[in-house]
């Protein structure tokens, strides 16, 4: 049975429960709980409050997406392009990636090995391939150009 959020209460409950679960910013929470048929009056008054009281945090969610999705073998730039996407201000997101003490370079050292275990490319065609795939996953091309031609190895 669905639950009717139609007053503050459930609303807090909701949000409550969905933080519970995992970190999430003010945009996305206040998505999700409008999709459960919550007012814009009541998710605002909410998510002001769990603010006031340190339950919803912007920056623990920008430190909680980051480190999962670097951990994930995404790069910078993709991570940067999905919390824009989810409604964070690209200042803050670039600042979130900077005070997050990753060494992207080493970051994506580790992902080359886990897809290509270690292999630098023979030919162009394969030096084209690995680049497409560490370029998708969001790593800087100068930082891929110069792993795949072996300069990162000092």
Request: aromatic share 6%; glycine share 10%.
């Amino acid at each position: 049975m669905p639950v009717i959020l139609d007053n503050l209460l459930a609303v807090r409950h909701a949000a409550m429960d969905l933080l519970a679960r995992r970190e999430h910013g003010r945009v996305e929470l206040a998505r999700k709980l409008r999709q459960r048929g919550a007012s814009d009056e009541h998710i605002d008054t909410a998510l002001d409050r769990l603010g006031e009281e340190g339950l919803l945090s912007e920056a623990r969610y920008l430190e909680s997406f980051v480190s999962y999705r670097a951990r994930s073998g995404h790069g910078p730039l993709r991570i940067r392009e999905e919390l824009v996407q989810r409604g964070l201000a690209r200042a803050d997101v670039d600042q979130a990636l900077r005070d997050s003490g990753i060494d992207w370079r080493e970051a994506l050292r580790e992902t080359w090995q886990r897809k290509f275990a270690g292999e630098l490319p023979r030919d162009v065609r394969e030096r084209a391939r690995q680049g497409r795939f560490l370029g998708y996953r969001g790593y800087p091309m100068d930082l891929v150009g110069q792993l795949l031609r072996g300069a990162g190895d000092e």
